[in-house]
């Protein structure tokens, strides 16, 4: 069974910085894409970044050059660097990876998501 697990939300006053982590847990054979998403309530799932098994990466407009996104295939885990966080930054961020099973069946699995809080 696989899981990601998320962490580092939280309060965080505006101009500072976050560190989100998403770990893959349960056997498979590749991690290949992942990606963070956020949700504001009552409005739809964004995509905010995401990076491919070869490392490519893509950012919405709203965060491009405040944060990254970055993962190690091997310890099966993937962060998002968030700087200069502003208000409307706050939102519930998710992760999410695709993955290749050991029978190379394929999959996606979502993280239960984590808040984070920007205060002006």
């Known amino acids: 069974q696989v899981q990601l697990v998320e962490s580092g939300g939280g309060l965080v006053q505006a101009g500072g910085s976050l560190r989100l982590s998403c770990v893959v847990s349960?056997?498979?054979?590749?991690?290949?894409?992942m990606a963070w998403y956020r949700q504001i309530p009552g409005h739809e799932r964004e995509m905010v970044a995401t990076?491919?098994?070869?490392?490519?990466?893509n950012y919405s407009d709203s965060v491009k050059g405040r944060f990254t996104i970055f993962e190690d295939n091997a310890k099966k885990t993937g962060w998002l660097q968030m700087n200069s966080l502003k208000p409307e930054d706050t939102a519930v961020y998710y992760c999410?990876?695709?993955?290749?099973?050991?029978?190379?069946?394929?999959?996606?699995?979502w993280g239960q998501g984590t808040q984070v809080t920007v205060a002006p």
């Open positions: 999410t990876a695709d993955v290749t099973f050991l029978d190379w069946r394929p999959d996606r699995f």
């Open positions: 349960g056997v498979i054979r590749l991690l290949n894409h």
């Open positions: 990076i491919s098994s070869g490392g490519a990466t």
